[in-house]
């Protein structure tokens, strides 16, 4: 696995001790997370800068070329489910288009290697290990407004947890070339995600910072950040990866479980 000590890498590592799963006789599967650490509307988008589109490439491209990982009979790659919409039509933002170009050529990457492989995409993940969740904690509590984006336009979201049983079953089931989704089941907006994270944690009238503002916003929240809010998804993620079915199937149900677990 690579980024194993990232916060979905340590997700997984979870789940791999609470169901003992492993790697079997077939040979050694390759999780591929080195990518993912921006995968997340929960930074404002200031990852993306660390992560950017050449950054995506080299990581893949190393990935791919590692002598540690020439004996991999399997990879899982993961990717970011938002490239749907911008593949189905949706206005992708000047910032943003250069990530999704730089994410679908790694994926192509992937695919054109000697090595079976698969692509999974995965919702913008959250989840109690999430610093970025728990700093949006300590903002809510003292009242700092946020760029919400369109209510009418909603993304995927995903707890880690049901991320991280994701790759283990897409690596459990090695389907060559295959491309995938992990979401949860109901799309929401960004706007409906936070409002409902600050009630849970006691700001009952969260602040959105309002959109004419949109230069001045660009000091403390990334373009990439804005035009991610505004690309909006229609209809479920398809298709599916075969046997995952999200143990958190909606924002409300993953968010209560954050609150309750730094309780």
């Given at each position: ?16 001790r ?15 997370l ?8 929960l930074h ?57 170009d ?22 913008y ?15 809510f509590?003292?009242g ?19 991320a ?22 109901r ?22 910072i ?6 001045l916003?660009r ?8 035009e ?36």
């Open positions: 696995m690579t980024a194993p000590r990232s916060e979905l890498g340590r997700a997984v590592a979870t789940h791999l609470a169901t003992a799963a492993a790697s079997t006789s077939a040979g050694r599967v390759l999780l591929n080195a990518v993912q650490p921006p995968n997340t509307l404002d988008g200031h990852k993306w800068k660390r992560y950017s589109p050449a950054h995506i490439l080299r990581e893949t491209r190393s990935v791919l070329a590692d002598p540690a990982n020439r004996e991999v009979a399997f990879i899982v790659h993961a990717s970011y489910a938002f490239l749907r919409a911008a593949e189905g039509g949706a206005r992708v933002g000047e910032h943003l288009r250069p990530i999704v730089a994410a679908l050529e790694a994926e192509a990457l992937v695919l054109a290697d000697r090595r079976p492989a698969c692509l999974l995409r995965l919702g993940l959250y989840g109690p290990e999430s610093a970025d969740l728990k700093a949006y904690r300590v903002a509590r003292i700092r407004p946020y760029w919400a984006g369109p209510r009418n336009l909603r993304q995927y979201h995903l707890h880690t947890a049901d991280a049983a994701a790759l283990v079953e897409a690596a459990r089931g090695r389907r060559r070339d295959q491309l995938v989704y992990a979401t949860d089941d799309p929401a907006s960004f706007a409906a995600f936070m409002d409902h994270f600050a009630r849970l944690i006691g700001n009952p009238l969260p602040t959105h309002p959109s004419f503002s949109r230069p916003a000091l403390i929240v990334a373009e990439a950040h804005m991610m809010v505004e690309l909006g998804v229609g209809g479920p993620a398809e298709p599916r990866l075969a046997g995952f079915r999200p143990n958190y199937p909606d924002y409300r149900t993953g968010l209560a479980q954050v609150v309750q677990t730094w309780r």
